[in-house]
Nanobody
Framework: QVQLVESGGELVQPGASLRLSCVVS????????MGWFRRGPGKEGREYVA?????????DYADYAKGRFTITKDNAKSTVYLQMNSLKPEDTAVYYC???????????????????????WGQGTQITVSS
């Protein structure tokens, strides 16, 4: 049984930093392309945040995340991280990690930035940015 378990979300003030973790079990982690998505308050669907290729060598970010967020993958720990700096109130959302073995990263951004390309999802972790 494949499981993705996120942690690290909390209430923080604007400008703060957080690191989200997502531990994966039940599947060969080193073969997975991983993504982070988020769902803001009152929003339908999940918004793309960042993705990382299965080797961990290639990454991509949504425009709003570039320069503030960093995605990394530790294959030895079966964990993907999202380091988030300079958090803003508009970053308030439930953050989800997702995994796929379908080669989405190799096929290009229209694929790995789409929630529909991911087969496995975590339960989400809430981040609230407020003063």
């Amino acid at each position: 049984q494949v499981q993705l378990v996120e942690s690290g979300g909390e209430l923080v003030q604007p400008g703060a930093s957080l690191r989200l973790s997502c531990v994966v079990s039940g599947i060969a982690f080193s073969s997975l392309d991983m993504g982070w998505f988020r769902r803001g308050p009152g929003k339908e669907g999940r918004e793309y945040v960042a993705a990382i290729e299965f080797t961990g060598r290639n990454t991509d970010y949504a425009d709003y995340a570039k320069g503030r967020f960093t995605i990394t993958k530790d294959n030895a720990k079966s964990t993907v991280y999202l380091q988030m700096n300079s958090l803003k109130p508009e970053d308030t959302a439930v953050y989800y990690c997702a995994a796929t073995q379908n080669g989405a990263y190799y096929r290009g951004r229209p694929y790995y930035s789409s929630q529909h390309e991911y087969d496995y999802w975590g339960q989400g972790t809430q981040i609230t940015v407020s003063s």
